[in-house]
């Protein structure tokens, strides 16, 4: 199984980016699956989360600006970023999971990440 993340890159505060995850190996649809992210020196961080129902999830510090969307017919998920502010700030991992571990890092899969970096 590989998972990958892309998307990511330099935006300055008050944008939008949409980062997308794909695998494979891995059917996306059959799976919970997760956004996560890392800033330096900080614990990982779980972002927005959907379950197989299509139930949705999210932090309190991105709730209302972050989405979290999956495209099965693609095998892809998506995190639609918008009013980003430099503690946004991070590398951004997809993850998944057969168990639902909501915004907990203990999921199985994990993509090697994607930079996003917020300028103010």
């Known amino acids: 199984v590989q998972v990958a993340e892309s998307g990511g890159g330099l935006v300055q505060a008050g944008g939008s980016l949409r980062l997308s995850c794909t695998a494979s190996?891995?059917?996306?649809?059959?799976?919970?699956m997760s956004w996560f992210r890392q800033a330096p020196g900080k614990e990982r961080e779980g972002v927005a989360a959907i379950d197989l129902w299509g139930v949705t999830i999210y932090a309190n510090s991105v709730k209302g600006r972050f989405t979290i969307s999956n495209d099965n017919a693609k095998n892809t998920l998506y995190l639609q970023m918008k009013s980003l502010t430099p503690e946004d700030t991070a590398m951004y991992y997809c993850?998944?999971?057969?168990?639902?571990?909501?915004?907990?890092?203990?999921?199985?899969?994990w993509g090697q990440g994607t930079q996003v970096t917020v300028s103010s």
């Open positions: 190996g891995l059917t996306f649809e059959n799976y919970h």
């Open positions: 993850a998944a999971d057969r168990r639902d571990w909501q915004l907990l890092p203990e999921y199985t899969y």
